[in-house]
Each structure stands twice: as structure tokens, then as C-alpha cells.
């Protein structure tokens, strides 16, 4: 009987959540709240797995538009800015929409400075990931996502993992990634909000098929948190 109960509440639950109430407008009742909560400051979303490696994740919402983001996130100098643990990182070989860095960081006092190549990806206005392809770290990804609102303003989702192995435990790499995104993200809304990327307005809105409506945005949170 409790499993029944059980089953019948998680379906219950799932109802809920995607039944979410919507105005004339088409936003939720607690659309205003849960984007307020973005804009705020990065929200921690829930840890996800891709090809059996775990990801911590944060979204964040910035003023412009995905092309001006897409902008700073692929410029090495505002990423030298940006991620303030990095001490280098330098385009070494270019093909495409692939590149190769080198990139050197102390994300840590008690961690020596590390050396990797990474091999990046990138997705033209919509985000990039990358890979540790050789240095001094046990494994080293991420990836960043980019999804345009219809308010002209964008919601980026940041993932990270970071393994440096015997150079410093699990738990104090952890500690120190919850504490450096939210300041990472913030420097990138102040970067954008003074005007420092590498574009204009002009032709920067994304296909319409891209876009997120209110509604959609507030959903794709209250699940992922």
C-alpha cells in the first residue's frame, strides 16, 4: 500500500510541475520569481551526467543577446578576465569551428599551477565544450549553453568538471568551484553590461525556433534545480 501511495504521489508531483499555472500572457503565476532568482545571481542546478561524467551546473541570465555572449565566452582575453583561477590561455591551433588551447591555472593556494591542452568545440552563437586533452589535471570539461528569450536577453547554462587527482582532494576542489562560478558569472554580466564584447545589437537576434518563451524558461528551472 505505502509503494502505491508512493507512486501515486511522484505521478501527482509530476502533474504539478507540468501543469504549471499560466496567465493570459502565457507566463506562469511564479514566472517573475523564478527568473528574478536567475538574474539575481547564478542558481545552482542539479549535478548532470554525460557519457558517465558528472557535471556541476549553474545557470545564469545575461542582458544581451546570445551573439554578444557567444562574443566574450570565445575571446581568450575575456576569458584570461573572466576565470579568475586561469594564469594563461592561448589559441594554439585553429580548424574550423575546433580549437586547441593551452591554458595554465592555481585554482587553489595549496595546488601548484597546472598546465593542459584542451580541445574545444565550438557552437556557432549557442555555446562550446571542451576536453583536457594532455597536462597535468586527472580529467578536465566543460561546456557552456547558450538559449535565446524572447526578450532579447539570453539564458546560459555553465558545466563544469574538474579532476586534478592527487593534487588536491575531492572535496576542496568542490568547495572552491561553488565558491568561483557565481563570481566567474557575475564578472561576465559586468563585462557585458559595460559594453566590453565584440559586437553590436545588429543581426544578433537568433531564428525564432531558438527562442524560449516565459513559460518554457520557468519550467526548464523549476526541473532542473
Known amino acids: ?38 538574474e539575481e545571481k547564478a542558481v545552482r542546478l542539479k549535478d548532470s551526467i554525460i557519457d558517465g561524467t558528472t557535471y556541476m ?14 562574443s566574450v565566452l570565445i575571446d581568450p582575453d575575456a576569458a584570461r578576465q573572466v576565470m579568475g583561477k586561469l594564469k594563461s590561455f592561448d589559441i594554439i591551433e585553429q580548424q ?21 591542452v584542451l580541445a574545444l568545440d565550438l557552437i556557432h552563437n549557442q555555446g562550446l565544450t571542451w576536453r583536457q586533452e594532455s597536462g597535468d589535471l586527472k580529467a578536465f570539461a566543460g561546456f557552456w549553453r547558450l538559449y535565446g528569450l524572447e526578450d532579447g536577453r539570453t539564458l546560459a547554462i555553465y558545466g563544469i568538471h574538474f579532476d586534478p587527482g592527487n593534487l588536491l582532494p575531492g572535496f576542496m576542489v568542490h ?8 563570481r566567474m558569472m557575475q564578472k ?27 513559460e ?8 532542473l534545480q
Open 216 to 223: 518554457q524558461v520557468a519550467v526548464c528551472i523549476r526541473l
Open 96 to 116: 574550423g569551428n575546433h580549437q586547441t588551447v593551452h591554458c595554465t591555472g592555481k585554482p587553489h593556494w595549496l595546488m601548484k599551477t597546472f598546465k593542459s
Open 57 to 70: 551546473r549553474w545557470a545564469a541570465v545575461f542582458n544581451q543577446s546570445c551573439e554578444m555572449v557567444w
Open 1 to 38: 500500500m505505502r509503494i502505491i501511495h508512493f507512486i501515486a504521489g511522484v505521478l501527482i508531483l509530476h502533474i504539478l510541475i507540468a501543469g504549471v499555472p499560466v496567465r493570459a500572457d502565457g507566463c506562469p503565476d511564479d514566472f517573475s520569481e523564478i527568473l528574478m532568482s536567475v
Open 175 to 182: 568547495k572552491g568551484i561553488k565558491k568561483e562560478v557565481p
Open 188 to 214: 561576465l554580466k559586468e563585462r557585458l553590461d559595460n559594453g566590453q564584447h565584440n559586437l553590436t545589437e545588429r543581426n544578433s537576434v537568433p531564428p525564432d525556433d531558438t527562442l524560449l518563451t516565459a
